[in-house]
C-alpha cells in the first residue's frame, strides 16, 4: 500500500491504496466521487476526464500515485445543483447531456479546453500557432474530439460550448 495526499475539488485526501490503482478507480472506489465516469478503460472516450492542475487528462490512464499533491478537479468541483457553473447550465439549456453518461467528462474536458483557447494554445485546425482569435464550430469540435457522445448530441454540445466561450463562431 502507498500513501497519496491528493487535493480533490479544493479538499485533501489522504488514500491509502495499491500503486497501480488508477486516478479514476481512486476518485469512484475510494473517495466516493462517482460523477466521473468509467467508459471504455482505455482513454479512447473520454467520459473519464478530469483536471489537474489546470490541464484536461483521461484519469484512467494515470495512476493516482502519480498525483500525490495535485489540484483535481472533478465535475462535482465545477458546480452542484443549485449552483451549477456556467458550462454545466448551458448543457442544460442547450440539451447538451441526453443520456448523461459522457457529459462529466465533455463538461470537465469543456473548461479546460476554453481556458486553453483563451491562452492562446493552437489546436490542430487553427490557422496560426497563435491560436484561434475565435473558437469555431470547427476549433471546438477538434479540440473536444477525445470525448465521445453515443447520443451524438454534438451540436448541442457545441452551442453550450460556444455560448460559454462568449458567443465566438
Not at 63 to 76: F, P, W
Request: with cysteine.
Amino acid at each position: 500500500m502507498e500513501t497519496t495526499e491528493l487535493t480533490v475539488n479544493g479538499k485533501s485526501h489522504r488514500l491509502e491504496a495499491d500503486s497501480r490503482v488508477t486516478l479514476l478507480d481512486a476518485l469512484r472506489n475510494h473517495l466516493g466521487l462517482t460523477g466521473t465516469k468509467k467508459g471504455c478503460d482505455h482513454g479512447q472516450c473520454g467520459a473519464c476526464t478530469v483536471i489537474v492542475e489546470g490541464r484536461r487528462i483521461n484519469s484512467c490512464l494515470t495512476l493516482a500515485c502519480m498525483h500525490d499533491g495535485d489540484a483535481i478537479t472533478t465535475i462535482e468541483g465545477l458546480g452542484e445543483p443549485g449552483n451549477l457553473s456556467d458550462l454545466q447550465a448551458a448543457f442544460v439549456a442547450h440539451d447538451g447531456f441526453q443520456c448523461g453518461y459522457c457529459t462529466p467528462g465533455q463538461i470537465c474536458s469543456a473548461t479546460a479546453m476554453i481556458e486553453e483557447a483563451k491562452a492562446g494554445w493552437p489546436s490542430f485546425v487553427s490557422d496560426d500557432l497563435a491560436g484561434p482569435d475565435a473558437l469555431s464550430d470547427e476549433e471546438i469540435s477538434e479540440r473536444m474530439s477525445g470525448n465521445l457522445c453515443r447520443c451524438a448530441a454534438y451540436p448541442n454540445i457545441i452551442n453550450a460550448i460556444r455560448q460559454v466561450a462568449g458567443g465566438q463562431s
